[in-house]
């Protein structure tokens, strides 16, 4: 899926200015329709370190209505979630229908971050795709639309964040180990996200592969492709919502 | 499936209260075992009205540490639980075994093919996904190694009907009886249908049903503590599967 992304796309500042206030608007109309639809909407943002999920989400959320979505960055399993299944900790911070929510991580770091730390035995990493399909499955049929985007940048440009981020005093702490490892062995983890992307890739849960090398490119495309899939689904939903409230 | 139960079965007086005795002492210790290997169960309770769910429960939890376990009854759902998916519910409340190692649930997920199948809370869409969603759930459970037991408490129409009469003509056992009993009871063949696709489509090998014969409430309680001493006993010899 990666490599059909063309890393070049790019919006110069003034097409940018000239569309996000629009697209900004029309969000924050669909968050209000979706409120009043009893739509929820789950944002996946997955993606390469450094390759701007914090930013995206920024944008993306600053002229929604704070009181009605809610961002989540659950890391690993705490103590008290170790002998409950591995999805419980996504399944509570499942929004109330009508509501948004962000992962800023998700579930898919089941397959990306114990894929290659070899802690998940065979089964377990195999059964994880199968699990991740049933829960946005369970989601995408019952009042949820499911919007995953990956975040796609190549390994010099990378390196270059990686190394502008250490290199400054300021943000120096942003850059661990583990992305250095990333960097390293680039192609390892790209293997493993194109394994993640086809094999959860379904048609109630697409993934959005996003060119990253540009942030605004990637910004004005992520909440254009929100607007345009809930633009698609809300029509039946607010059918159905308006007979229920009739009957 | 259902038409299959023996509904003959008895247990006299004085073998119930020996049995009752062991086994209640049995789980007593399986649940100190439970409480300091840090495992699990889960106890799912479903039946007819009136078929004993109450009583059986009590037989379970009266000797063992009451701060080992949890029962929670399930009626229709409220506030958050009603704007998430049906399952969410459920999975809020599971409960790590560091805090409770015996959860009940006195009615469960499996309202969502029953009740909300015969009486068009859920559409048929929405029903038939859900075995699978169930299956999925409990196998998720089972994974991280926690311990399902799952009951159907089968009692006859009949004897439904003269349980019934003696709740409403005993002061204290009044309040038990809703007019939501008597509509459920006029459908007694849908939910005959229900409980046997249920049966059919989410008994598994690591979630399995265990049908009690209910209508001698004696034989009922002795199985269904028997059936949970034998699943611990069992449970807690195969190893914890690795916490990833």
Redesign the interface.
């Known amino acids: 899926m990666l490599e059909n992304i063309d890393l070049s796309l790019a919006l110069s500042k003034e097409e940018y200015a000239d569309r996000i206030p629009d697209l900004q608007a029309r969000l924050f109309d669909l968050q209000r329709r979706c409120w009043e639809a ?1 739509l929820g909407v789950v944002l996946v943002f997955e993606g390469w370190e450094t390759a701007g999920k914090g930013k995206v989400i920024r944008k993306f959320t600053s002229k929604l209505e704070p009181r009605a979505f809610e961002i989540n960055a659950i890391g690993g ?1 705490r103590t ?9 900790r996504f ?2 911070a ?1 929004p ?3 509501r948004f929510a962000i992962f800023a991580k998700s579930w898919n770091r089941r397959v990306l971050v ?1 894929g290659l730390d070899g ?3 065979d089964a ?1 990493f195999q ?1 994880a795709f199968d ?1 991740i399909k ?1 829960f946005e499955a ?2 995408a ?2 009042r ?1 639309v499911v919007l995953k985007f990956f975040l796609h940048i190549d390994r010099d440009e990378q390196r270059r964040r990686l190394e502008a981020l250490a290199a400054d005093e300021a943000t120096s702490w942003r850059v661990q180990d583990s992305d250095w490892e990333q960097n390293d062995r680039y192609e390892e983890h790209r293997a493993l996200i194109e394994e993640l992307l086809t094999r959860t890739e379904t048609e109630w849960a697409p993934w959005n592969p996003v060119a990253a090398h540009d942030l605004r490119w990637a910004r004005a495309s992520v909440i254009e492709t929100v607007v345009e899939r809930l633009d698609d689904e809300l029509p039946r939903f607010e059918a159905a919502t308006a007979n229920d409230r009739e009957s | 499936m259902l038409a299959s139960i023996d509904l003959s079965k008895t247990l006299a007086e004085p073998e119930y209260e020996e049995q009752l005795l062991d086994l209640q002492l049995t789980m007593r210790q399986l649940a100190l075992r439970m409480y300091a290997e ?1 495992r ?1 169960l889960i106890v799912v309770y479903e039946g007819w009205d009136a078929a004993g769910k109450g009583g059986s429960i009590r037989r379970l939890t009266s000797h063992i540490d009451p701060r080992g376990y949890h029962i929670y009854s399930i009626a229709a759902p409220q506030g ?1 639980d009603k ?6 519910r459920f ?2 409340r ?1 409960i ?4 409770k190692q015996i959860t009940v649930f006195d009615r469960s997920w499996y309202g969502r093919v029953l009740v909300e199948r015969v009486e068009g809370f859920a559409t048929s ?2 029903w038939k ?1 859900a075995y ?2 169930i299956n ?1 759930f409990e196998r ?2 089972t ?4 311990m399902v037991v799952k009951f159907w408490l089968h009692i006859s129409q009949e004897e439904q009907l003269a349980r019934f009469e003696a709740r409403k003509h005993t002061p204290y056992k009044r309040f038990k009886l809703t007019d939501d009993d008597w509509r459920n009871r006029e459908k007694w063949p849908e939910y005959t249908r229900a409980v046997d696709d249920m049966l059919l489509k989410t008994d598994a090998p690591n979630a399995h049903w265990t049908v009690l014969e209910a209508n001698c409430k004696r034989f009922a309680r002795v199985k269904a503590l028997r059936t949970i001493v034998d699943t611990v006993t069992a449970g807690l010899e195969t190893e914890l599967p ?3």
């Open positions: 009893d399993r008290h979630e170790q002998p409950l299944p591995w999805l419980y399944w509570v499942l109330n229908h009508g114990h802690s998940l035995t377990q059964r699990d049933f369970a989601l049929t019952d949820y | 840090k699990s958050d704007t998430h998916h049906y399952l969410w999975w809020r599971l790590p075994p560091d805090e869409g929405e996904r699978r969603e999925d998720q459970l994974d991280a190694g926690i690795e916490r990833r």
